[in-house]
C-alpha cells in the first residue's frame, strides 16, 4: 500500500503489469513458432500487451501508479521500450502531454499535413495509398521525426548519443529475433501495426480540440476560452462496451476519457467507478466504440487531409459527422 498511490491499487496493477511483462516475452516467444496457429495467437497477444504497454505510458506519465515519482518515470521508460516511443526521454513525452491537458488542446509536435503540402505530389499519394491498404503511414512519419529530431534541432543536439545507442541496442535485439526466424520479425510488424491502429482508433474519437504544432515553450493562441467547460464539451468517452464495462479493460479504461479529464491523477482501475459517480448514465459525451468503427473505416483517407475534426450530432446517429482527429498520438508528442 505504500507503494502504490492508490491504496487499491496493489493487485490489479501487480497483476496488469505482470501481464503486460510477461505477455510480450510469451508473445514473441510463439512469433518464433512453427506453427501457424501458435503465430496467430503470439500476434495478438504481441499487440495486446504493445497496447497495455502504451496506455502504462499514459498512466506514468500521469505519475498515478506509483507514491515515488521516480518509479513512476523508470516504469515509464521500461514501458517506452516495449511499446517502441524509447527514441525520445520520457521525461519529454510527459511534459507534452501535460500540455494537453493544461493547454485543452492536441499539442503536436510535428504538423504531417503541412509536410505533405510542401512535399512533391507523390509523397501525399503515396502516403495516402499506404493508409487505404491499412498501413498506419502517419503514424510512422510522426514517430520517424522524433527519431530524426536531435539530427534536426541544434537545442536536441544532446540528445544524439542517447538516440544512436538505442537505435544500436533495438537493431541488435531484432537481429537476434531475425536470427531466430525472419517471419517472427514480419509478424512483430504486424503486431505492432494493430498496436497502432487501436491507439490511433482510440485518440481519433477522444477530443474536438484545436491541434497546435509546439516544439518546445511555444505557446497556444488564446482566441478562444479553453476552461473545464469547454474541456469537457470537447472530450469524449468513446467506450468499448456500455452494456460490458469489463471489456474496456483491453485499453486500460483509456476510454473512460471524460473521467480521466475531469481528474487526471486517479489511475486506470478507479475511473469506471469516477465515471459512474460523475456523469448520468446518458451522458451525451459517450460515443460507444461500435458507432465510431464504420466512420474509422470509411473516413480513413479524409481524415489524414482534413484540418476539421468534424462535428458530433445528437441522437443514436450523433457519431455520424465525427471525422476524427489522426497524428496526435501521445506516444509521439515529445
Known sequence: MKLFRSPAGALPNTIALTCTLGGYATGIWLLTSRAWSANVLGVLLTAHTLILAAYFIHEFAHQSIFRSAE????????????????????????????????????????????????????????????????VPAVEFIMHGYVMALPFLKPERRAE???????????????????????????????????????????????HTYDAFAVLES???PDAKVRDRAYEQANTYSNLVSV????????????????????????????????HAEIFPADYRQVI????LLRGYHRDRLRRITSDDYGEVGTGARKADGFLGAAGVSFLTAV
Open 160 to 206: 544524439r548519443a542517447r538516440l544512436v545507442t538505442i537505435l544500436a541496442i533495438r537493431l541488435g535485439l531484432f537481429g537476434l529475433l531475425a536470427a531466430v526466424s525472419w517471419r517472427a520479425v514480419l509478424l512483430y510488424a504486424v503486431a505492432y501495426m494493430i498496436m497502432l491502429h487501436v491507439l490511433r482508433f482510440a485518440d481519433a474519437f477522444q
Open 218 to 220: 511555444g505557446a497556444v
Open 243 to 274: 452494456a460490458h464495462p469489463w471489456l474496456n479493460l483491453l485499453l486500460l479504461n483509456f476510454s473512460y476519457h471524460n473521467a480521466h479529464h475531469e481528474r487526471p491523477v486517479v489511475p486506470w482501475h478507479d475511473l469506471p467507478r469516477l
Open 71 to 134: 518509479a513512476n518515470n523508470r516504469w515509464g521508460e521500461v514501458m517506452s521500450w516495449i511499446a517502441g516511443s524509447c527514441y525520445a526521454p520520457f521525461a519529454a513525452l510527459r511534459r507534452k502531454h501535460m500540455r494537453h491537458h493544461l493547454d485543452r488542446a492536441d499539442i503536436v509536435t510535428f504538423d504531417y499535413k503541412a509536410f505533405l503540402r510542401r512535399s512533391p505530389p507523390w509523397v501525399s499519394r503515396f502516403v495516402l495509398a499506404l493508409e487505404w491498404l491499412y
Open 288 to 291: 460507444p466504440m461500435a458507432a
